[in-house]
Each structure stands twice: as structure tokens, then as C-alpha cells.
């Protein structure tokens, strides 16, 4: 499966951002997905995640109450509504996927992942 995230941006504190990865290939309907963000000279950490069946969902403490995942799969798409955006939410951000038996499980760090978009920068000024 290949996977393609767009939606990044630059946009000022407080604003909102919809951020998809869309992936081509057989399957996908049954990969967990996460978005992944890393800023320079910082580790790459996941901060969303949701199981392929779409009812289990992962948020890191930073973005909880703010950033909302969600997926269609009859499209392949996987979204990350970003609202309430702060400076330090700037990063290079990242989609990744993984296939599971299971529908309700997901993933919660980058090592997990067998497969990774090219990336979409978000900027966010103060």
C-alpha cells in the first residue's frame, strides 16, 4: 500500500487544518493509521491513531480536546481535523499505516508502522 498525505499549510494560532492521507493499493480497509508529526531536531512521535474498524481512537496528551482522527474507507482516506492550532504544533507531519487482525486496535509509536506517507508540512505562527 502507498499513502499520500496533503493538507498542511501555514495558518496562525487558533486556526484549523484537515489533514488527509489517501492511500492507493488493496487493503487498506484493514490497516490501523496514525498521523505521526516531527519538528526539527526532535524525535518523530505519533499524536493521533485509529483502528481500521474506525471505533478505537489514540490522542496524544498535547493534542487532546483539539485534533480529531477519522476515516472513510470506502475512500482510503484517513483525516486529522486539527483546530485550535499552536505554535508548537509545527512539524512535519506524517501518515503511517499498519495491517491488523484486529478491528479495534492501533498503533502509538512510529516504530510500528510498516508503511509511511511522504509527509505535509504544517506551520503555525504566533
Known amino acids: 500500500v502507498q499513502l499520500q498525505a496533503s493538507g498542511g499549510g501555514l495558518v496562525q494560532a487558533g486556526g484549523s487544518l484537515r489533514l488527509s492521507c489517501t492511500a492507493s493499493g488493496l487493503g487498506f480497509s484493514k490497516y490501523a493509521v496514525g498521523w505521526c508529526r516531527q519538528a526539527p531536531g526532535q524525535a518523530r512521535e505519533c499524536v493521533a491513531a485509529?483502528?481500521?474498524?474506525?471505533?478505537?481512537?489514540f490522542y496524544v496528551d498535547s493534542v487532546k480536546g483539539r485534533f480529531t482522527i477519522s476515516r472513510d474507507n470506502a475512500k482510503n482516506t484517513v483525516y486529522l481535523q486539527m483546530n485550535r492550532l499552536k505554535p508548537e504544533d509545527t512539524a512535519v507531519y506524517y501518515c503511517?499505516?499498519?495491517?491488523?487482525?484486529?478491528?479495534?486496535?492501533?498503533?502509538?509509536?512510529?516504530?510500528?508502522?510498516?508503511?509511511w506517507g511522504q509527509g505535509t508540512q504544517v506551520t503555525v505562527s504566533s
Open positions: 485509529i483502528s481500521w474498524g474506525g471505533t478505537s481512537t
Open positions: 503511517a499505516g499498519r495491517q491488523d487482525y484486529s478491528s479495534t486496535y492501533y498503533y502509538t509509536t512510529p516504530y510500528e508502522y510498516d508503511y
